[in-house]
């Protein structure tokens, strides 16, 4: 926070002496407040993503209620303004098909009406980036309420996490290894309660790193959303809004290029997902910094251990990371990595909100000589198949496949890999392809890219086999899985060239992706290929027409931050 006191915007609305102030007052009132209630106050809007099919945010509508009782205590006024609900799972073909969409909601939203400040409550995983790129091209001061981490599954006495375990039983399904009835058990033993997934998912990865950005209350992130903390966390944060509104700064401004370095940080030592790769640039482009790359984002991370142990690549849930310490814990662990100097929503430095912070398990939060695994949480592969590069999650991939040459096997889109893939003579070498899941391909990128492995290698023994698409995966899966790769192949990329029997050649500590092919061939290739046809209406047709490509950020043309000031709408 600043110390020089802002001008409220809501003072346009409500304090003119025109026919227009008149109009604003007079239907405020129509709505049973008095003048009193918002007249000279910071007017404080909830953005909630609340909705009946979205199972992370179904105690969210309570949560608004906490956070106007926050705003209220500050002397605040508080509105709830709905906007479009991401719920992963039930949203087709993609919920990713539809961040920007929500990106662009939170910004007009924010825009067009009386809003000093907001408070934006989300979780579920393209929520919370597609709420900060909003309230960050909205330009106004804005706190992030994470939706938190759901009951831990349990099941015949295991931990069982939602997507990370899924996978797993639906592999022994496929095997014959478990019954109908367990198969129908694990539907009520994994998810439980509302919130998010309870593993280190792309929910979880991205609330704790708007955590570690400042961007949430120190130790939000980690809160499970049926803890009677989560409440009491969510009207603190209204306070905060209602004082960010007369002393805080827009997040345009206060985001710098250290607050983005530190989230890759946290990236790395949480062992998060792949995603995150994608929505840190397109965060950090609405934020002006519109050259930061994926290749500076793993540098910012470079060295930095994985300390995580949960779920997929450790053995743990949210609720134990959150008793032993949080992100506070964590950031402390990696304190030599981090610039201490950001500053949060709450005016406090990232060394101040870590002060005193202890590890109360190094179990789950390992200590930095002795990591949950020597590979790292993020790479990138770039070469002839990925001239824009791809990116691989080491530490949930299997080491022996770090450095691997076989034979493609091409499938044209998921329908055609169901189709074929355990039907095709495929050994546990061959390196499994899939294209059209790009953003424009789909459109929207869904999480295609962790293809199952064959059944008859499954039967067989074989967990994990090289798996290459445009499209991302899971944050909640594991495996040998190169994603996004660029440029995609609905645009041309190479990707759109491979033809079966290829052979490909990845090397993730060289940071190589090649495809080892002849560049005569690849040019006659090239000569007969086509691209897909396109949406012809509605919103998939404008999605392709502006979105960029996963090295950028998947963001549209239109929404990137180009120096110049914000408009405020005006008042006639």
């Not at 479009?84 to 098909?97: A, C, D, N, W």
């Not at 966390?233 to 997040?251: F, I, K, S, Y």
């Not at 199952?452 to 290459?468: S, Y």
């Amino acid at each position: 926070m600043t110390g020089k006191q802002r001008t409220l915007r809501s003072a346009r609305w409500f304090e003119q002496d025109s026919i227009r102030g008149f109009a604003h007052r007079q239907r405020s009132l129509q709505m049973g407040y008095r003048r009193e209630d918002f007249m000279g106050k910071p007017v404080v809007g909830i953005i909630n993503t609340h909705s009946d099919l979205a199972t992370c945010h179904q105690h969210l509508r309570q949560r608004a209620e906490d956070v106007k009782r926050g705003v209220l205590r500050a002397g605040g006024f508080p509105v709830e303004l709905p906007t479009f609900s991401l719920g992963e799972v039930l949203v087709k073909p993609t919920t990713m098909l539809y961040r920007n969409l929500l990106a662009i909601e939170t910004e007009e939203l924010l825009r067009a009406h009386p809003i000093d400040a907001a408070v934006l409550l989300g979780g579920c995983d393209k929520t919370t980036p597609g709420l900060i790129m909003g309230a960050t091209s909205a330009d106004i001061p804005a706190v992030f309420i994470p939706a938190g981490p759901m009951m831990s599954g349990s099941f015949k006495g295991r931990a069982v996490g939602a997507g990370t375990h899924t996978k797993k039983y639906w592999d022994e399904r496929r095997k014959g290894e478990i019954t109908e009835n367990d198969w129908l058990d694990l539907e009520t033993a994994m998810t439980r309660s509302p919130g998010t997934c309870q593993t280190m998912g792309t929910a979880s990865t991205m609330t704790c790193i708007v955590e570690a950005m400042g961007l949430a209350l120190p130790g939000a992130a980690s809160i499970p959303a049926v803890d009677s903390a989560h409440p009491r966390m969510a009207a603190q944060a209204g306070e905060v809004a209602t004082r960010l509104a007369l002393h805080g700064l827009p997040l345009s401004e206060l985001l710098t290029e250290a607050h983005f370095n530190n989230a890759a940080v946290a990236l790395m030592a949480l062992g998060g997902s792949t995603n995150a790769a994608i929505h840190l640039i397109a965060m950090a482009r609405r934020a002006g910094l519109t050259k930061y790359k994926l290749t500076d984002l793993v540098a910012a991370g470079k060295g930095v251990p994985v300390l995580a142990d949960l779920f997929p690549h450790g053995s743990h849930m949210m609720q134990d990371f959150h008793d032993a310490g949080g992100m506070r814990a964590l950031l402390s662990r990696v304190r030599e990595w981090l610039d201490l100097d950001t500053i949060g929503v709450d005016g406090n430095s990232l060394r101040s909100a870590i002060e005193g912070a202890q590890v109360w398990n190094d179990e789950v939060i390992r200590p930095v000589d002795n990591p949950v695994t020597e590979r790292p949480a993020l790479a990138v592969v770039k070469g002839s198949l990925a001239p824009g590069g791809a990116v691989i999650k080491p530490s949930s991939a299997s080491a022996e496949l770090m450095k691997h040459e076989g034979r493609a096997v091409v499938f044209d889109g998921p329908a055609d890999m169901a189709a074929r893939i355990d039907h095709e003579n495929i050994s546990k070498d061959d390196v499994l392809v899939l294209r059209g899941g790009g953003p424009v391909g789909a459109p929207g990128m869904p999480e295609w890219g962790n293809l199952p492995i064959p059944k008859p290698l499954l039967e067989k023994g074989v967990k994990d086999i090289v798996r290459i698409s445009d499209s991302r995966m899971s944050g909640t899966h594991y495996g040998t899985c190169i994603l996004h790769v660029s440029p995609e192949s609905a645009v041309g990329g190479p990707l759109a060239l491979i033809e079966t029997g290829d052979r490909i050649a990845l090397d993730v500590e060289s940071g190589r992706l090649d495809l080892l092919v002849d560049d005569n061939e690849l040019s006659a290739r090239r000569e007969k290929w086509q691209p897909p046809e396109a949406p012809s209406r509605g919103w998939s047709a404008l999605y392709v027409a502006h979105v960029g490509q996963a090295e950028d950020g998947c963001d549209f043309d239109f929404l990137l931050a180009d120096g110049r000031p914000v408009q405020e709408p005006e008042i006639f």
